[in-house]
């Protein structure tokens, strides 16, 4: 008979996430030889192996190993996830938010939803994690995270979406440069002047296709992953960036850059809340996302985008 228990299942679960049975040990703290107790009885159990052991690399997963640690991810989170709302039926909404959220919306979106999000709900706790928009898709499959705050344009037909705002792409321009005199500008005025790009995997496509669009090339000088470094160069006097989440520190502070609103966009990246269409969602991601909805209906996210 095949047997299990939830421990085991964790024991495997970390396994194969820290890609060692040493560190999984040690990020659970307890013996490697439960670890490799639990993996081999499994194994047995399953009649085929979940891992390659590879001299001095750790563990990798089989192909069917692969399909397997996706069912018990989903087992684990469902059992997280039954336990919360076991909780909750006493009265209060309880348990793990476990959050992901685009790293460079994050310092101007995180504060706005959480905040209240706490005082209507101290009993739950958050967890957040932060990626560029590739790693917002992966932890969502590899059920890291419950939910994920990104764009909706990466996202496939296998995703679940509820938008929340436009955020329609602007330019951070030197103070002192002419082009601050306009009440917006053009990819055409950009193209002729030095950017620095904010290079994350699926953003600097988006970008190019912007000036594209146009039939014009960015002239690209300096480039960083971090959309903080961008406006300091910009601030510097190396070039302008492109950026769709307004800096609000900005509003009568600095003087160092100027943000604009760009010009004929052949689109308009809508930021909101990802999830996969086959989670069961339980009280604390319903909570969250009504929440969410409320916030956007009062327009609270209207102060952190550049609009024409």
């Given amino acids: 008979m095949f047997g299990f228990t939830l421990k085991q299942l964790r024991y495997i679960e970390a396994a194969a996430r820290t890609g060692s049975i040493a560190n999984a040990a040690d990020e659970l703290n307890i013996s490697q030889s439960a670890v490799t107790a639990a993996i081999d009885k499994f194994e047995e159990a399953l009649g085929y192996e979940l891992f390659l052991r590879v001299p001095a690399k750790g563990i990798k997963t089989t192909p069917s190993g692969d399909e397997a640690i996706k069912l018990i991810?989903?087992?684990?989170?469902?059992?997280?996830?039954?336990?919360?709302?076991?909780?909750?039926?006493g009265g209060k909404t309880t348990g793990t938010l476990r959050l992901a959220c685009y790293a460079t919306s994050a310092p101007q979106v995180?504060?706005?939803?959480?905040?209240?999000?706490?005082?209507?709900?101290?009993?739950?706790?958050?967890?957040?994690?932060?990626?560029?928009?590739?790693?917002?898709m992966g932890l969502l499959e590899n059920g890291d995270v419950d939910?994920?705050?990104?764009?909706?344009?990466?996202?496939?037909?296998?995703?679940?979406?509820?938008?929340?705002?436009?955020?329609?792409?602007?330019?951070?321009?030197p103070a002192d440069d002419p082009l601050v005199a306009k009440s917006r500008v053009s990819p055409r005025d950009l193209a002729k002047?030095?950017?620095?790009?904010?290079?994350?995997?699926?953003?600097?496509?988006?970008?190019?296709?912007?000036?594209?669009?146009?039939?014009?090339?960015?002239?690209i000088v300096h480039s960083t992953r971090s959309a903080e470094i961008a406006r300091a160069l910009v601030a510097g006097g190396f070039g302008f960036?492109?950026?769709?989440?307004?800096?609000?520190?900005?509003?009568?502070?600095?003087?160092?850059?100027?943000?604009?609103?760009?010009?004929?966009?052949?689109?308009?990246?809508?930021?909101?809340?990802?999830?996969?269409?086959?989670?069961?969602?339980?009280?604390i991601v319903q909570a969250f996302l009504a929440h969410c909805r409320e916030l956007s209906e009062q327009r609270v996210f209207d102060e952190i985008v550049v609009r024409h």
């Fill in 73 to 89: 991810r989903g087992f684990i989170a469902d059992a997280r996830h039954l336990e919360s709302d076991i909780r909750s039926v």
């Fill in 110 to 136: 995180l504060p706005r939803l959480l905040k209240g999000f706490i005082r209507k709900y101290p009993a739950i706790s958050i967890k957040v994690l932060e990626g560029d928009l590739r790693a917002m």
């Fill in 147 to 173: 939910i994920a705050l990104t764009y909706d344009r990466p996202l496939s037909e296998q995703r679940r979406f509820e938008p929340l705002f436009g955020a329609p792409a602007h330019a951070v321009l």
């Fill in 193 to 219: 002047r030095p950017m620095v790009l904010l290079d994350l995997p699926r953003a600097r496509d988006y970008f190019m296709e912007l000036f594209e669009h146009h039939g014009v090339t960015p002239n």
């Fill in 241 to 283: 960036t492109i950026l769709n989440i307004r800096y609000a520190e900005q509003d009568g502070k600095r003087q160092d850059f100027v943000m604009r609103p760009i010009s004929g966009q052949p689109f308009v990246p809508v930021f909101g809340i990802a999830s996969m269409p086959d989670a069961r969602q339980p009280r």
